[in-house]
């Protein structure tokens, strides 16, 4: 069955360092990945998307690679920040070949940036 | 800038009422979806909807689901006889899709509590 796995419950980062977070799915060829940032009690808000053409996309502080071959997805804030703390949801779309897709989720990771 | 907008902000019902949840997309997109998020878990894909029909829906979207465009700038999701299993913030969400923007925007969503 598909499955999409995200790393760890929480992961604590120190202000100023790199956050790294993980996306791994199987049984999926999807046509792109995207990453949303979800505060509690809040819908997703899209931060990035990338297409399964593309290695890297970045924006600002942010970075997502693509690998494919790993079914791989990793996701960086660069000089983190308090204001980074949220649960970021990978979501993987595309695969059905048509348009309005529904994503599917990963559960999240939950990112505490530590002052 | 645009958003997405749901009212109500919070729904509590009595097991077996119906129950409808309105969102305003965002005027220019075209393709509307529907989420939903048990308290805990990941977010599930509902239904997507399209050119006034619906595009794709998954195994969660039963003959107790149904959607509507009932004018230009609403969309609704009415579940006609609510369980206890239903209560879950319910997120729309809107995508363009034009030139292949595939990335949904998400309202604020929908507290729903059946009793």
């Known amino acids: 069955s598909q499955k999409i796995e995200q790393n760890s419950e929480a992961l604590n980062i120190q202000e100023g360092k790199t956050a790294t977070l993980t996306c791994n799915y199987t049984?999926?060829?999807?046509?792109?990945l995207q990453w949303y940032r979800q505060d509690p009690g809040r819908g997703p808000v899209f931060l990035l998307l990338?297409?399964?053409?593309?290695k890297e996309k970045r924006k600002e502080r942010l970075k997502v690679t693509f690998d494919t071959t790993l079914k791989q997805s990793l996701f960086h804030i660069t000089a983190s920040q308090p204001a980074d703390s949220a649960t970021y949801l990978c979501?993987?779309?595309?695969?059905?070949?048509?348009?309005?897709?529904?994503?599917?989720f990963g559960k999240g990771t939950h990112l505490i940036i530590q002052p | 800038e645009p958003e997405v907008t749901q009212t109500p902000s919070h729904q509590v019902t009595q097991m077996g009422q119906e129950v409808i949840l309105r969102c305003v997309p965002i005027?220019?997109?075209?393709?509307f979806y529907w989420y939903r998020q048990i308290l805990g878990q990941k977010v599930e894909f509902l239904v997507s909807?399209?050119?006034?029909?619906?595009?794709?829906k998954s195994e969660i979207f039963d003959d107790q689901f149904s959607v509507e465009r009932p004018d230009g700038s609403n969309f609704t999701l009415k579940i006609r006889s609510t369980k206890l299993e239903d209560s879950a913030m319910y997120f729309c969400?809107?995508?363009?899709?034009?030139?292949?923007?595939?990335?949904?925007?998400f309202g604020p969503g929908t507290r729903l509590t059946v009793t």
């Open positions: 909807f399209y050119n006034n029909e619906i595009s794709e």
């Open positions: 005027s220019n997109h075209l393709y």
């Open positions: 049984n999926y060829s999807p046509a792109y």
């Open positions: 969400a809107s995508s363009d899709e034009v030139a292949g923007n595939y990335e949904q925007y």
């Open positions: 990338i297409r399964e053409n593309e």
């Open positions: 979501a993987l779309g595309g695969y059905s070949g048509g348009g309005a897709d529904g994503l599917t």
